[in-house]
């Protein structure tokens, strides 16, 4: 059975720092391209960043590049998100998800296995 467990998200002032952890397990993390969604209230789902299955290269989206970095550990199945510089806008609960498609993609649509989301709370 696959898992994607996020960790990390909670309720910070405008220009803080969060970090989101994805932990995965039944899937052999190592050959998948894992990204990062989120969803406002109201609002679709959108993509946030994506990391191949090596590392590199990573993908944002316009909204986050500069603020956001994306990394992973394939000896840990663990993706991490690091969020510098947080603004209201960034409030959303938080997807990570993994695509065995390894490139990386914003493409919601080729990412098969999804977390339950952490909420992500920025304050002004």
């Known amino acids: 059975q696959v898992q994607l467990v996020e960790s990390g998200g909670g309720l910070v002032q405008a220009g803080g720092s969060l970090r989101l952890s994805c932990t995965t397990s039944g899937l052999t993390f190592s050959i998948y391209a894992m990204g990062w969604f989120r969803q406002a209230p109201g609002k679709e789902r959108e993509f946030v960043a994506a990391?191949?299955?090596?590392?590199?290269?990573?993908y944002y989206a316009d909204s986050v590049k500069g603020r956001f970095t994306l990394s992973r550990d394939n000896a840990k199945n663990t993706v991490y998100l690091q969020m510098n510089s947080l603004k209201p806008e960034d409030t959303a609960v938080y997807y990570c998800a993994a695509s065995r498609y390894g490139s990386g993609s914003p493409n919601i649509g080729e990412y098969a296995y999804w977390g339950q989301g952490t909420q992500v709370t920025v304050s002004s």
């Open positions: 990391i191949s299955w090596s590392g590199s290269p990573t």
